[in-house]
């Protein structure tokens, strides 16, 4: 079996997959299934791909924990040095409780509430993305409040399409996100005469999974045309937050690496003193992670073989969610002719689908599947739909593995719950 996802943290030693040196079935053996399993070297290898890209640049990589807010991942990416980019105060704590520095860590989202804001400026966050006008009048009113200054940065949509799927498209002038750049001046002009802001930078984030450095490009374009319009007029931001959205191979996809978003942007950023801030979530996440699944049954129906996993959708939604396209993989292919499967969850909807139309040797119940490229938006979007116990979680380590979230019980199910 070949791995479409370029990444030397996933190979076959003799007919088996690994995890860096861990055979998956090991970890099936002890965690059971379904699992979430992750490659810590995965992890540090991208954040450390970005870093070295903008070598010699004044920047910060705000890790985007929204793609796995799992403490040890988001622990292991503070480690390294990485800031936060945190969408809700759930978010903030968790990263916060990981160890992040709140000078760190930016804070985005499209409907902040005041108790968030509260929490944002208490911990004393580097800045809030800012993403409508009565918002930036609610930081206001609160930092005043409690006698605080709010640094803020407007997220613009730069309207550029970026070319992927419609769900993840967030940068174009009809997304419910941020303000258009027409609306930018005036907005940097009420800054100024509100009291408790402070602005200090400008944000977008156009997209995810995007596989190309034009709409960066061009987003980062108009943002330093606007960045010129301001200092014109006196204002002078220091960060310029260019967002997530590098796309990852899931299936033989070739996304730019790291170092050629860097060679086209940074010519753009010539002569300007600037921070440039990257929040990049599923390119260091999403191949770092694999959904290892048992297989319940094998059955053959008039038209169709299926495959029922012990995995399901409520544990991996994208391809119920978005169709996406996740590479499934026998853990021992084995030989034997290969046959086209459904790969399908016990959920009670005819959407609980991980793969559809995939070709391998005819497994056994109980043989182990990785549902590859899970890393990102995997674990976080999980849900215990039809009462199922959300999966653990391992982090590998070269020879080495460690549970860094258990099971769920069913008692973890009802917790909260008055009859
Ligand atoms: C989701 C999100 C990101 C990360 O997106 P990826 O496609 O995972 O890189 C970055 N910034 C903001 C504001 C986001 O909402």
Redesign the pocket.
């Given at each position: 079996m070949d791995l479409l996802i370029n990444s030397p943290s996933w190979n076959y030693r003799d007919g088996e997959l690994y995890c860096e040196d861990v055979p998956l079935e090991r970890i099936a053996r002890r965690t059971g299934t379904p699992v979430y399993v992750y490659s810590r070297r995965h992890l540090v290898e991208k954040y450390r791909e970005i870093t070295a890209a903008w070598r010699g640049r004044s920047h910060l990589v705000?890790y985007?924990m929204?793609?796995n807010s799992t403490g040890a991942v988001v622990r292991t990416l503070v480690g390294e040095g990485s800031g936060v980019?945190v969408?809700s105060g759930g978010e903030l704590y968790r990263a916060l409780r990981a160890g992040a520095p709140a000078e760190k860590i930016?804070f985005?989202?499209v409907g902040k509430t005041e108790k968030e804001i509260v929490e944002g400026l208490q911990a004393g966050i580097l800045f809030f993305?800012v993403e409508s006008t009565p918002e930036l009048e609610l930081i206001s009113r609160t930092a005043d409040r409690l006698g605080k200054t709010a640094p803020v940065a407007l997220?613009v949509t730069p309207d550029v399409d970026p070319r992927t799927h419609r769900y993840?498209t967030?940068g174009k002038a009809e997304n419910k996100?941020g303000l258009d750049r027409e609306a930018a001046l005036e907005f940097y002009r009420l800054c100024r005469r509100l009291p408790g802001i402070d602005p200090v930078g400008i944000?977008m984030?156009i997209?995810?999974?995007?596989l190309d450095t034009a709409p960066f490009r061009e987003g980062v374009k108009r943002l330093v045309a606007l960045l010129k319009k301001l200092k014109a007029e006196g204002i002078s931001l220091r960060y310029l937050?260019i967002?997530?959205?590098?796309?990852i191979s899931y299936r033989g996809e070739e996304p730019p690496p790291a170092a050629a978003y860097a060679a086209a942007l940074r010519p753009l950023l010539k002569g300007l003193r600037l921070t440039v801030i990257l929040?990049?979530?599923?390119?260091?996440?999403?191949n770092a992670g694999a959904l290892l699944v048992s297989v319940l049954q094998v059955k053959q129906k008039a038209k169709k073989n299926f495959i029922v996993a012990d995995g399901a959708m409520n544990d991996l939604i994208r391809p119920a969610l978005y169709g996406a396209w996740h590479q499934i993989v026998p853990v021992r292919p084995g030989g034997g002719k290969t046959v086209r499967f459904d790969v399908v969850g016990p959920v009670c909807e005819t959407g609980d689908i991980l793969g559809t139309g995939r070709r391998f040797p005819r497994p056994e119940p109980g043989d182990r599947l990785a549902v590859l490229s899970a890393g990102?938006?995997g674990s976080v979007m999980s849900s215990n739909y039809n009462s199922r116990p959300r999966p653990p979680e391992v982090l590998v380590d070269g020879e080495s593995f460690r549970v860094v979230k258990r099971r769920e019980s069913y008692r973890d199910l009802v917790k909260g719950e008055a009859l």
């Open positions: 705000c985007s929204k793609s980019d969408v930016v985005a989202g993305t997220r993840i967030t996100f944000h984030h997209g995810s999974q995007i937050d967002g997530g959205g590098m796309g929040e990049p979530g599923r390119f260091i996440t999403g990102g938006y």
